[in-house]
């Protein structure tokens, strides 16, 4: 593989990835019209909505797996799909949605492959520690050995995401990171993703809870249709109206008593 | 159905490969020993030390051992140690770019795409190249199959097991066709090397063979160890591969020439030797797991291990007779892929 250019140092703040105006069209259907969406240093941005609403089509936008056939989509600067693979594995890592691996590889071997974008670059003396770091945080350690066909779907989730972080990218695209997990790793998933946003990364992840948006997320956005309904502040997104249009079915939303998050009741 | 237990104990990547060469080393001093005329072990160390310029070792006692072993031994003995390894490394590249262990260079019909290649030349009595000539056109066939094989057999950047063995099917019945065609259409002689190929067999190792596919299959082994960190990120898919930086077309382009080339060195001279390429790596991963660097280097070794095992067994076990290597690697490799392909299905639960 080639040897990467190394990223520059991320200012606080400065959007690593933004799409505008982005349509796609897959196959015969439009499935994003005109989306308007920016990841900056420092945030975590959720991506909520109905099934089939467009958030997966929108991660695979950002990451360059799709090409919009109008509007333009940017990542550090410069146009997705002009970046070499390999400059852009230094700086953005994806966590797909399902993760299958073909050969009977071990968790470790597998974090370790989040490691391959460093090859032959002076960061590559981290490799060792990145996936450490990586397995404490997402609670995998213990069975580091094991092959991953023997583990069970939240503990697969969690090694894939394992892979994602020992790549140690400025910008996370994260879908549906929490969507096997149990009450407690979802948590754990958000409060790594939190971090690392607070660490000065950004984060864009798809959620289908969205009382787990509310709780974590910096900014959510809304998809409905193929089309970002709203994006902002979570008390200012989660409105019943725009909800119960969106999920069309009633709902509502309180004050959560203790942390004053929005809190949405079907 | 088998259990995979939840922490293997696996060998770890030297100690696998240097058994495995000085196995191989042993096993070539004494497949080269063995025959006919018998050699013993030091006799033949001593005259290929000679040979190669070095005064060490005793020279053979038989009048015409030297001879013997220059002749005719070491031509054969070298080939069967390339063909193994190509064959072997051929099929291990191929289950990494398809994400499938049941890929193989028979199995999926490259091998016989080959062959035609290699056929052709020879009923059309065209020698373009020389020495090279039939080596050169068996790469082309192999080129030709293998582009084939990977266009149609995939879908969504994985390969189904179904569709990968059916593929197969229909590639192996029109090259087959084509064999058959070109048999019809053959004077005798060039029908009897036809038939020969098609059971596979190291009878007509020669220097000049050796020399002609040394330098494709040692081209094909050096693409081979370049892609293996990219063929171990593969297998978690296509998008992740790309997401982790590897160039994915590159990558397939550069595994489906790595794989002709080394497919043809293997049937240019050799025919169709089935299921090295499935049973060699298939056991390697077993002992050493599935990361693509010790994987192919093992293969090599272990490929190149059995086919001198297995040419030795052929030409040993019947007095004054030849067995048909082919023949004797089906024979091994047709059941244990059917073992496979048994236990692949109940992994599964049932094909899709």
């Known amino acids: 593989m080639r040897r990467p250019r190394m990223p520059e140092p991320v200012e606080p703040g400065e959007v690593l990835a933004e799409a505008a105006g982005a349509d796609v069209v897959r196959g015969p259907r439009q499935v994003l019209h005109g989306v308007d969406l920016t990841v900056a240093a420092g945030e975590v941005v959720a991506v909520v909505g109905p099934n089939g609403a467009g958030k997966s089509t929108t991660v695979g936008l950002l990451s360059g797996d799709l090409g919009a056939t109008a509007g333009t989509v940017t990542v550090f600067g410069r146009p997705v799909r002009r970046w070499r693979p390999a400059d852009l594995a230094v700086r953005r890592g994806v966590l797909p949605q399902h993760t299958t691996v073909a050969f009977p590889f071990t968790v470790a071997e597998v974090v370790a492959m989040g490691r391959a974008p460093w090859a032959g670059t002076p960061l590559a003396a981290d490799d060792e520690a990145a996936v450490a770091e990586a397995m404490a945080a997402t609670e995998v350690t213990g069975f580091a050995e094991r092959t991953f066909g023997t583990l069970s779907g939240g503990e697969r989730a969690r090694v894939a995401l394992a892979r994602v972080l020992a790549q140690r990218t400025p910008l996370l695209l994260l879908d549906e990171p929490t969507a096997a997990l149990d009450l407690r790793h979802q948590d754990l998933v958000m409060r790594v993703a939190v971090a690392h946003a607070r660490a000065g990364g950004a984060v864009l992840a798809v959620l289908h809870d969205l009382n787990l948006a509310a709780a974590h997320a910096d900014r959510i956005a809304v998809i409905a249709g193929g089309r970002v309904a709203a994006c902002g502040q979570p008390a200012r997104v989660l409105t019943p109206e725009l909800l119960t249009g969106v999920y069309q079915r009633e709902i509502e939303v309180i004050e959560h008593p203790r942390t004053g998050a929005p809190l949405v009741l079907p | ?352």
């Not at chain 2, 067999?201 to 094909?220: D, E, I, M, R």
């Not at chain 2, 001279?269 to 280097?297: D, E, N, S």
């Open chain 2, 1 to 352: 159905m088998s259990v995979t237990p939840a922490v293997r104990r696996r060998v770890t990547g030297w100690p696998l490969l240097v058994g495995l060469a000085v196995a191989l080393v042993a096993m070539t001093v004494l497949a080269a020993g063995s025959g006919q005329l018998a050699v013993p072990p030091d006799e033949v160390l001593g005259s290929l030390l000679h040979g190669l310029g070095i005064d060490l070792g005793p020279m053979p006692s038989h009048p015409q051992g030297d001879n013997a072993l220059w002749a005719v031994r070491f031509p054969r003995v070298a080939l069967a140690v390339v063909v193994g390894a190509c064959l072997a490394v051929a099929g291990a590249m191929l289950q990494g770019v398809f994400g499938n262990p049941l890929a193989e260079p028979a199995v999926v019909g490259v091998s016989s795409g080959a062959a035609v290649g290699a056929c052709a030349v020879l009923v059309a009595g065209v020698s373009f190249l020389g020495n090279f000539t039939v080596a050169a056109a068996a790469f082309l066939g192999g080129l030709a199959t293998t582009l084939v094989v990977y266009l149609l057999a995939r879908s969504g950047g994985r390969t189904e097991v179904v569709t990968l063995v059916l593929t197969g099917i229909a590639v192996n019945a029109f090259a087959f066709g084509v064999i058959a065609f070109l048999t019809f259409a053959a004077d005798p002689q060039a029908r009897e090397q036809i038939v020969f190929w098609q059971l596979g067999s190291l009878n007509g190792a020669t220097g000049q063979a050796l020399a002609a596919v040394t330098p494709l299959a040692v081209t094909g082994l050096v693409i081979a160890a370049t892609v293996a960190r990219r063929l171990d990120l593969l297998a978690l898919g296509e998008g992740p591969a790309r997401h982790l930086g590897v160039d994915v077309e590159r990558l397939r382009l550069l595994v489906v020439v790595g794989v002709a080339l080394l497919v043809g060195s293997g049937v240019a001279f050799a025919g169709i030797v089935g299921f090295v390429g499935l049973v060699v790596p298939h056991l390697i991963r077993m002992i050493a797991g599935p990361a693509h660097g010790v994987l192919l280097a093992a293969s090599a070794l272990g490929g190149a291990l059995v086919l001198v095992s297995a040419d030795l067994l052929a030409r040993t076990a019947i007095e004054n007779a030849e067995l048909p290597l082919g023949m004797l690697t089906s024979l091994v490799g047709g059941p244990f892929f059917f073992w496979l392909l048994r236990r692949t299905r109940s992994r599964q639960g049932g094909w899709a």
